[in-house]
T-cell receptor
Framework: DGGITQSPKYLFRKEGQNVTLSCEQN?????MYWYRQDPGQGLRLIYY???????QKGDIAEGYSVSREKKESFPLTVTSAQKNPTAFYLC???????????FGQGTRLTVV | SQKIEQNSEALNIQEGKTATLTCNYT??????LQWYRQDPGRGPVFLLL?????KEKRKERLKVTFDTTLKQSLFHITASQPADSATYLC??????????FGTGTRLKVLA
């Protein structure tokens, strides 16, 4: 089945630690995205990538980093510089402009 | 500044009625607009896309309108069912890869 897979579903992190969220797609999509969702704030764009080996900052990139070494994979690292990392993180992909985004099931990150 | 507004208050309607959700935007000239459904703890799922030169789009019990003069989209669910209860998000794409999402409206259909 084609789709987009995020792992893990739940993640706990101690303050001061970096953590990496996985996102893999087998839809052969060029564009991939990372969003953060907080209650009452909707989805906010962290990073996006239009093509392999290229990515751009979104609206809230501070404290996050990404890589796009393969078309299928777009991992997100939440660094210790992110002051309020507890949130629901969503990865998405799309084939091109004017097409829908396909979302993963999300990773809920909690800092303990 | 650029802004997308959806009614943040929950919408409760009786089963069988038509639900109407609103998406207003300012300072954009979107090439197209999308609607998504999101269930609690899950990722959004695409429902409909409407382009700036289209006034209306339908899919089964769903209907979307797009008024670029009013800068507004309306999302209708006819003959609503309890299974339609979810949060509905609108998203704009102003001609780039960057989708811009509204905060969503929570719909509850009462049996």
């Amino acid at each position: 089945d084609g789709g987009i897979t995020q792992s893990p579903k739940y993640l706990f992190r101690k303050e001061g630690q970096n953590v990496t969220l996985s996102c893999e797609q087998n839809l052969n999509h060029d564009a991939m995205y990372w969003y953060r969702q907080d209650p009452g704030q909707g989805l906010r764009l962290i990073y996006y990538s239009q093509i392999v080996n290229d990515f751009q900052k979104g609206d809230i990139a501070e404290g996050y980093s990404v890589s796009r070494e393969k078309k299928e994979s777009f991992p997100l690292t939440v660094t210790s510089a992110q002051k309020n990392p507890t949130a629901f993180y969503l990865c998405a992909s799309s084939i091109a402009l004017e097409t829908e985004a396909f979302f993963g099931q999300g990773t809920r990150l909690t800092v303990v | 500044s650029q802004k997308i507004e959806q009614n943040s208050e929950a919408l409760n309607i009786q089963e069988g009625k038509t639900a109407t959700l609103t998406c207003n935007y300012t300072n954009y000239s979107p090439a197209y607009l999308q609607w998504y459904r999101q269930d609690p703890g899950r990722g959004p799922v695409f429902l409909l896309l409407i382009r700036e030169n289209e006034k209306e789009k339908r899919k089964e019990r769903l209907k979307v309108t797009f008024d670029t003069t009013l800068k507004q989209s309306l999302f209708h669910i006819t003959a609503s069912q309890p299974a339609d209860s979810a949060t509905y998000l609108c998203a704009l794409a102003p001609g780039t890869y960057k989708y811009i999402f509204g905060t969503g409206t929570r719909l509850k259909v009462l049996a």
